[in-house]
């Protein structure tokens, strides 16, 4: 019998709470969900449990499920890496917010995982950013000024993708990918006042 296995990791994407109550709507069995939890919290995830899944629970026709694919590693090699360990091995990869799943056709699904890397690679950054809060401190040292304000575009998309049920960081990201710097405070603001208009 083919199972669903979840793995779930830290996440900018969504909180570990959130990405469990998920994982369990998705499994048959309770123990198919496995969490990796860091020793501290600014310290490195142990892989502990992802390297379980995959060399002990794991078996072919089974499918790894994953919040996101920055769950799985801390580089973009590393996760392309697992890809290519679970492809050999006949097991699907199926990503929530990275929109890939099982029944995809090979060419949409190298696409969406070119496109899930890519963001993924984005996410582990700004994973280790909050990781590292002194090496934060000294990068925006280096790049100085204050985050950009949204113009009124910005902040009619950043509402529509707020009725989208994202979350703040996720708006964050989404204007990030496009080479908008913004911060917490300032979009909060931005559209708090929009709405008020």
Do not use: N
Not at 10 to 38: C, H, I
Not at 171 to 197: D, N, Q, S
């Amino acid at each position: 019998m083919t199972e669903i296995i979840c793995y779930v990791a830290p996440s900018v994407v969504a909180s570990l709470d959130e990405q469990v109550v998920r994982a369990k709507e998705v499994v048959t069995r309770a123990d198919w969900v496995r969490v990796d939890r860091p020793k501290k919290k600014t310290g490195p995830v142990p892989r502990d449990e992802r390297d379980f899944v995959i060399r002990d629970l794991l078996r072919g026709g089974d499918s790894l499920w994953v919040y996101s694919l920055d769950v799985l590693g801390d580089s973009r090699t590393e996760i392309l890496a697992i890809f290519k360990a679970l492809h050999g091995l006949g097991i699907p990869l199926l990503s929530e917010t990275d929109k890939m799943d099982g029944d995809m056709k090979a060419t949409a699904y190298a696409i969406a995982l070119e496109a899930a890397l890519t963001r993924a690679e984005g996410r582990i950054k700004r994973l280790q950013d909050i990781r590292q809060p002194r090496r934060r401190v000294l990068k925006s040292q280096k790049t100085g000024g204050r985050p950009k304000a949204l113009r009124p575009a910005e902040v009619d998309e950043a509402l529509a993708l707020r009725a989208e049920r994202k979350t703040w960081d996720q708006i964050i990201e989404h204007f990030a990918l496009k080479g908008v710097k913004i911060g917490m405070t300032a979009l909060r603001e931005a559209c708090a006042a929009r709405r008020t208009e």
